[in-house]
T-cell receptor
Framework: GAGVSQSPSNKVTEKGKDVELRCDPI?????LYWYRQSLGQGLEFLIY????????KSGLPSDRFSAERTGGSVSTLTIQRTQQEDSAVYLC??????????????FGAGTRLSVL | DQQVKQNSPSLSVQEGRISILNCDYT??????FLWYKKYPAEGPTFLIS?????DKNEDGRFTVFLNKSAKHLSLHIVPSQPGDSAVYFC????????????FGEGTQLTVNP
């Protein structure tokens, strides 16, 4: 597809379960970002990947959160032992390059996670 | 530490009039600013941006103004149209931080016919 694709679009899980969220970035984009938006809040940075460099994990809220990016393309965000406060919309974005003067990020539609 | 703030959660304007959305920031390392528009159940869509070396950027009905001394930027939409009704997010990035985006809380714009 032409845009950033995320799956699933909605995920309902029970507290304590693990979840995996997937992101397919725009083809050829080397940078990939994860954000989350909690109810009534702005978007909060979680993690980003740039090419083969080590990812910047500084936004991950706890060690229950992890992400990987295989082959420089698809990324998976994993949340272990989910808690109710993890309920949010998780958004993925990609951009052609990082550390340039103009870094426009293109977003997917997000995964709405509900932890019961 | 809210580095990007949009102090107006909502704004309502009449069709054809000007919409002005405001954003303030605190981090002087920010060197690129963006506005995104978001409809319900969709991801944010890039609208317009401005580099810190400029003070104005215009694209059709949309103009972004940057006042670096005041650490303030604004988005002007003129004339406003009902289809512009959406949540508008201000975002900022710094090359020193890997160009991650720091977002404001968003402003819900409603354009009334």
């Amino acid at each position: 597809g032409a845009g950033v694709s995320q799956s699933p679009s909605n995920k309902v899980t029970e507290k304590g379960k693990d979840v995996e969220l997937r992101c397919d970035p725009i083809s050829g984009h080397t940078a990939l970002y994860w954000y989350r938006q909690s109810l009534g809040q702005g978007l909060e940075f979680l993690i980003y990947f740039q090419g083969n460099s080590a990812p910047d994990k500084s936004g991950l809220p706890s060690d229950r959160f992890s992400a990987e990016r295989t082959g420089g393309s698809v990324s998976t965000l994993t949340i272990q032992r989910t808690q109710q406060e993890d309920s949010a919309v998780y958004l993925c974005a990609s951009s052609p390059r990082v550390v340039v003067a103009k870094n426009i990020q293109y977003f997917g539609a997000g995964t709405r996670l509900s932890v019961l | 530490d809210q580095q990007v703030k949009q102090n107006s959660p909502s704004l309502s304007v009449q069709e054809g009039r000007i919409s002005i959305l405001n954003c303030d920031y605190t981090n002087s390392m920010f060197d690129y600013f963006l506005w995104y528009k978001k409809y319900p159940a969709e991801g944010p869509t890039f609208l317009i941006s401005i580099s810190s070396i400029k003070d104005k950027n215009e694209d059709g009905r949309f103009t972004v103004f940057l006042n670096k001394s005041a650490k303030h930027l604004s988005l002007h939409i003129v004339p406003s149209q009902p289809g512009d009704s959406a949540v508008y997010f201000c975002a900022a990035s710094a090359r020193t931080s890997g160009s991650r985006l720091t977002f404001g809380e968003g402003t819900q714009l409603t354009v009334n016919p």
